[in-house]
Each structure stands twice: as structure tokens, then as C-alpha cells.
């Protein structure tokens, strides 16, 4: 059913059809990228760059954002690039924004699990979601930052403690871990792996990644055991990259993609497009846990509709099972850590 609704996307696409469209008078999206000078950062603000979606582009990080600033600002797309340097100009970096995408924080190294970046990461993500709280509050915050089924709940809090709550606004970022999918399935089959969609939903990380193969576009089969191996893939993809880099981090350049991807929709969506539909972990009600990822339709003030679970295979329904419990132990460290004392 919602799958009719998601069309398989590629980031040139995107930007291409955007580039006449728009159906609320505004052509234009300003876009701040919280992180800039990192790994994710710098491509991703290149892909910003890239596109006639993005007609300012504000970047902030901790160093080096004067550099990498002057480098993209010397591109000629329409969008004027900024730079803010250091926590004085953290708020000046956010004002005006209406869409936020945060990928500030600590990357694993091999042996680590998303988890252990909480202790560096939860901080740094409160900070900036404060920070956004007070000075784009209306704005649509797209959060990569690791761990990402603690980072949500933590911005939200903040939000919530600071009177300015709005959950059809505040995403986790998982656009890879469809990417992925799409791009494994699309190699098992001999399929364009561009005009592949499958949902991924549940959380970011290990067994809360929950890909639905039963209802990939165009309709696959796999044999059992070639079912749980690509699903297990899809699970430890981010690993698989950790192990390969060896120590110099974790997914950039996909992730960049991924995260321009829902960055697009995000601009999309605020300029009236019609149909958006990404899959993002959100403040959700269609399981136990109280944040969720699943098909949602985009509309111009965030969550327009939560497309929910669709039809789950027997073999999902287990995956689903054994993501719950860890989602809700995620989630549960996340608000903790805003409202202790
Ligand atoms: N959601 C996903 O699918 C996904 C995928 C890949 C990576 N990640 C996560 O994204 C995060 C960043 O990864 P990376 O490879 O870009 O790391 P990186 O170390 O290369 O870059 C991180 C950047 O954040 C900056 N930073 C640190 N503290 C900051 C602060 N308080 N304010 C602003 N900027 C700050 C650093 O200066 C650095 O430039 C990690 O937590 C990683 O686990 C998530
Ligand atoms: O695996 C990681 O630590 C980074 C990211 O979450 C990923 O899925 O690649």
C-alpha cells in the first residue's frame, strides 16, 4: 500500500525536478549543516551546493568551517554559502534556517558499537538541538549524529523542555540503511539498483534494523537462507564499512548521499511537492516504542502522514520482536540523560 507512494529516488534526480518546481511560491530552501567540516559534513554540503533547492547554505562546526566555507563558496550554483566558527556563532548559524541537518559528533572506530559514541555524541547533540530550540524552532532537523535511536529522543526532549515541541519536525536520519538495501537487493537480482525501493524500518543499529523485502518495488524472492543473509547485511552494513576503513571511521561518502537524499525531500516537501515519502525514525505510535522509523509522508510542516508498517512478512514480524525491546532501552537512555538531576 504506502510503497505505491515511494518513488525511487537518486540525488540528481531529485535535483533536477526540483529545479521549475514549486507549488507554495517559495523556490527555495535555506539549509544548515551542523558538522560541516567532518567526514559527512564536507560531501554533504558539496551535494547542498550542488543543488537549485538550496538557495542559502549556513555552515557550522567546531573548526575549520572558514576553509570549507571559501572552497564550496567558489562554485557557481545559486545558493551564498556561510561559515560559523565555534560555539559564540553557533546561533547566528541557525537563523533563518528551515532545515537543519546535523551529522556533528564522534564516529565509530572498529570493535565499537553505535552506542558507545553516546557518551561524546548526546552532548553534542543536546547543545545544538538547544540551540535550534531557541533560534529555529519551526525548523525541519534531520539528525545523523550517532546513536541515532538515543539522539532523537534527546533532541526531542530538549524541545519538549523548552516549550517549543513540534514531533512532526524532528527526524532520524536512517536514508542509508534504505540506500543500502536498495543497492544489495539490486545486485542479488541484476536489478538497476536506482529503481529499487525497499523500506527499511525500526531504528538505526544492529538487530532494530528491520529491512522489508516483502515489500520491495519491483517484488522480489529470495530462498530462507538468502533472505536472513542479505537482511543481516543490511543490519551490519555500517560495520562492514567500519572494518573496512580500519580505524579512519565510518560511512562518509554513502552517508553524504543518504543524507542529501532526505535533506532534498525535506526541501521538497516545504515547497509543496506533493507524495515525499521517506522513511524516518519519528515520534511514533505504531509500535511500543515511542520513536519509530517508517514510511512518511512529507509534507511542508514535517510529518504529514505516518504511512505505518504495512504488511509484514512472518520472518519481519520476528525482526520486529527482537527490535523492540533494544529501541526501547535506546530511547529510555536518551530522555534519561536530558531530564537527570
Ligand atoms: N545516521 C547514519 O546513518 C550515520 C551514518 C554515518 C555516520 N553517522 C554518524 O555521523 C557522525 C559524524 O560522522 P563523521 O564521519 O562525519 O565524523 P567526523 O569526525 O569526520 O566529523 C564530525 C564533525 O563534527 C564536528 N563536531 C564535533 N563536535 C561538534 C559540535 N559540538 N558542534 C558542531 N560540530 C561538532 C567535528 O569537528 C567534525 O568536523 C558520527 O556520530 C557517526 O556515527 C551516522
Ligand atoms: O556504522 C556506523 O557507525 C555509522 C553509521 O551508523 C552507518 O550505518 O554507517
Known sequence: MFSRLVKPQTVAGIAKNAQNFSTSGQNNVKVAVMGASGGIGQPLSLLLKNSPLVTELSLYDIVHTPGVAADLSHINTNSKVRASNGPEQLKDSLKGMEVVIIPAGVPRKPGMTRDDLFNTNASIVRDLAQACAEVCPKALIGIISNPVNSTVPIASEVFQKAGVYDPNRIFGVTTLDIVRANAFIGEAKGLNPTQVNIPVIGGHSGVTIIPLISQAKPSVDFPKDQL??????????????????????????????????????????????????????????????????????????????????????????????AAIPELKKNIQKGEDFVNKK
Do not use: H
Open 228 to 321: 536472513k543473509a542479505l537482511t543481516e547485511r543490511i543490519q551490519e552494513a555500517g560495520t562492514e564499512v567500519v572494518k573496512a576503513k580500519a580505524g579512519a571511521g565510518s560511512a562518509t561518502l554513502s552517508m553524504a548521499f543518504a543524507g542529501a537524499r532526505f535533506a532534498f525531500s525535506l526541501c521538497r516537501a516545504i515547497m509543496g511537492e506533493s507524495n515525499i515519502v521517506e522513511c524516518s525514525y519519528v515520534r511514533s505510535n505504531v509500535t511500543e516504542a515511542k520513536y519509530f522509523s517508517t514510511p512518511i509522508l512529507l509534507g511542508p510542516n514535517g510529518v504529514q502522514k505516518n504511512l505505518g508498517l504495512g504488511n509484514l512478512s512472518p520472518y519481519e514480524q520476528d525482526l520486529l520482536k
